[in-house]
């Protein structure tokens, strides 16, 4: 019955069925057009930052740029790479809010004199004297124009830069302010760096002090069970690696000589030109010659065989990299989540299996390169995942296999002995040595306290196995110390008075005790030029943090009103 329908519908309705048609595909093109216009309308959101859009690729490129080119400017290359990326974009957004200010306050652009004042303090273009180098400058605009690296950089950016950045630091100062800082602040600051000290000391030798100590068994035990974790054995993994050695697959390795000769220049500093034999590698006489001229052909031919060799290793390691991912996908694809299956697929494969010893996080085998991160990835794998991703070796690649996962436990105390042996004796002598320190203290002062100096109070002492020998140092201060006094003596002082002895500071492997037999407190007076050097110091520390607090505020702030609204 449906059938005949369908049959007189198409037969007798063919004309309406195509209109019906037409209307439908109209309304699907409309609702389809009405939906992708919708779309286009709704822009990516906007970030706006101090100028520019942090939503687009070319401002974030744009203001990432000028803060690495400003920071190696002012501290040079090197510093590009030891600033963290968080401390970039910290630098990156001061800097933009700083130069964003510096428009919105009208301050002009730097004049020329300012610009050559500025461009000479910056760190890139200096010397080794630490003095601006002309040469340094003029190698720098060269590289602009040769460089393929300053990937479309001109002196005309350059110079943007470098105006922005006086202007920017134009709006610190504003913002910094005079710096404020209390009088009393300074005097302390005097009164610590400027005190002029005469001591003595008596030292003891800790090496030299060797009690006997023969504790029991019982001693240890108690020792070993109030140890906490100290000898806990670490958790442990055991693992099978299916190895992609890199080695066999050198020889079907094919590089061209261009490809050669590209690598080398990629990395000339791996592969040095050898010593010619002829030459004796100690002339008998030191003699002055002309620097011959650089060959860059022949260094490269001398050293061809090393920079093939180098090349197709490095290429046979990614194809052992390759192998070992093609067979962690094959894993995947097969559904081998148990080790029956992953078993089987290994057979299946001819992939044999090598079983590594257990071992902790912090000591990976040499199976493993030793690499702590390959150990890491050991230790991510348990029952609910088997096998790692493809790991790269210095020697081509492996895959892990899980087999067991080993808990902290606590050791029998028999098998560690000899270490609670050795670390309770060394507990015992530590403390030996500083209870020896009290007694030897009371006896000095009482020597002092007599009229005995120092070097004959010490030479007089006598305690268990504890030997002094006695110092006495020229007058010194923190700010100018005098030969022979170290920080750990100048931190020692405390506030120590005169004629008063210390106690027994234990610093390394030494007890020092300090004995003060003069102290000077320094001019603290407004009249002292070192008062007015120090407030200066101070209060610029002060504007800076102000300065500084004050736009990171800004910041903050801008950041926040920027920020994209959850719907």
């Given at each position: 019955?449906i ?15 195509a ?24 822009q990516?959101v906007?970030?706006p ?5 942090l ?16 920071i190696?400017?002012?501290?040079g290359?090197?510093a ?5 990326e ?6 990156a ?25 500025h ?14 180098d ?9 590289s ?37 800082v ?30 006997e100590?023969?504790?029991t068994d019982?001693?240890?035990t108690?020792?070993f ?9 670490p ?25 050669i ?13 050898p ?5 004796p590698?100690t002339?008998a006489?030191p ?7 650089a ?26 990299a ?6 962690t996908l ?12 992953i078993?089987?697929?290994l ?5 044999a299996?090598?079983?590594l010893?257990p071992?902790?996080r912090?000591a ?6 030793g ?7 050991a230790?991510?794998?348990g ?11 210095p ?6 296999y ?6 902290t ?5 028999l098998?560690?002995r ?9 507990n015992?002598r530590?403390?030996?040595f ?14 002092l ?5 120092l070097?004959k109070a010490a ?9 002094l020998?006695?110092?006495i ?19 020692s ?31 603290t ?43």
């Open positions: 019955m059938t005949w329908i369908q049959k007189y519908f198409q037969h007798h309705f063919r004309v309406v069925f209109v019906l048609l037409a209307l439908i595909i109209v309304a699907f093109v409309f609702t389809i057009g009405a939906q992708g216009s919708g779309r286009a309308d709704r990516a906007e970030r930052f101090f100028g520019y859009n939503s687009l690729q070319s401002d974030q490129q744009k203001f990432a740029s000028e803060a690495q080119l400003s190696r400017l002012r501290a290359m090197m590009l790479f030891q600033i963290s968080g401390q970039m974009e910290a630098y957004q001061h800097r933009a809010a700083s130069v964003y200010l510096a428009d919105q306050w009208h301050i002009p652009a730097p004049t020329s004199d300012e610009l050559k004042k461009i000479e303090t910056l760190r890139e273009f200096t010397g080794q004297d630490g003095k601006f002309s040469a340094a400058y003029t190698r720098f605009r060269d602009l124009k040769t460089n393929p690296r300053s990937a479309g950089l001109t002196e005309a950016d350059v110079l943007r830069v470098i105006s922005d950045d006086i202007r920017s630091e134009k709006v610190q100062k504003l913002l910094a302010g005079p710096g404020y209390l009088p009393f602040e300074v005097k302390n600051e005097l009164t610590e760096e400027d005190t002029t000290w005469t001591v003595a000391t008596a030292t003891a030798d800790y090496a030299a002090f060797k009690p100590i023969k504790p019982e001693q240890l108690a020792f069970d109030q140890s906490g974790g100290r000898y806990d054995i958790p442990k993994v055991v693992v099978s690696v299916i190895e992609f050695p890199a080695l066999p697959l050198v020889p079907s390795v094919t590089v061209t000589d261009a490809e000769r590209a690598y080398y220049d990629q990395n000339p500093a791996r592969f040095p030109k010593a010619d034999p002829a030459k590698a002339p006489a003699t002055v010659t002309a620097t011959p001229p060959d860059p052909a022949a260094d490269f031919a001398a050293v061809r065989a090393q920079v093939e060799s180098a090349l197709k290793l490095e290429r046979a390691q990614k194809l052992a390759k192998q070992a991912a093609d067979v094959a894993l995947h694809r097969a559904g081998a989540k148990t080790p029956e299956a078993d089987r697929f057979a299946g494969k001819n992939l299996t090598k079983t010893p071992f902790s912090e990976a085998p040499l199976e493993l390169s690499n702590p991160a390959v150990a890491a990835e230790f991510r794998l029952k609910d995942r088997l096998t790692s991703d493809a790991l790269a070796t020697t081509g690649a492996v895959i892990l899980w087999k067991e996962s080993q808990e436990r606590k050791p029998l105390f098998a560690v000899d270490t609670v042996l050795a670390d309770y004796s060394e015992e530590r403390k030996r500083t209870d020896t320190g009290r007694a030897v203290k009371e006896q000095l002062e009482a020597r306290k007599a009229g005995d100096t070097e030479a007089a002492v006598e305690s268990a196995g504890l030997k020998e006695a110092k140092f020229e007058p010194f201060s923190r700010r100018t110390r005098s030969a022979g006094v170290d920080q750990t003596l100048v931190n002082l405390g506030r120590l008075e005169k004629g008063q002895l210390s106690d027994m500071r234990f610093t390394g492997d030494k007890g020092i005790f300090i004995h003060v037999l003069d102290k000077k407190a320094p001019d007076s407004e009249a002292n030029p070192m008062f007015v050097n120090t407030r200066a110091e101070f209060a610029t520390a002060s504007s800076r943090t102000s300065g500084g607090a004050a736009l990171n505020e800004i910041v903050e702030r801008e950041l926040k009103r920027s920020e994209p609204k959850v719907q």
